[in-house]
């Protein structure tokens, strides 16, 4: 069960830094075309709000992976090791 959650997660992380860079690409692009354009364009802390949720929820999910992952890794070993 532990497998099929890491596995799960795994595929939602992927998908949530697939939009991260979705987010960051569409951002990098509006920033070079004002720079393109002689414009300043301050941030404001706009960047920020629109990529924290994503990040944050990824990083959330990268930690409960590692630490399925490990388990996983470990009792395999373990396994392994007594013999079964």
Do not use: F
């Amino acid at each position: 069960m532990e497998k099929e959650r890491a596995i799960a997660i795994q595929k939602d992380l992927i998908h949530q830094l697939e939009d991260i860079r979705a987010i960051a690409d569409r951002i990098l692009a509006k920033l070079k075309a004002a720079q393109d354009e002689g414009k300043l364009s301050p941030t404001d802390g706009t960047v920020y709000g629109l990529l924290g949720l994503p990040v944050m929820s990824a990083v959330k999910n990268e930690t409960e992976y590692n630490v399925l992952a490990r388990r996983i890794i470990l009792e395999e070993q373990l396994r392994k090791a007594s013999g079964k």
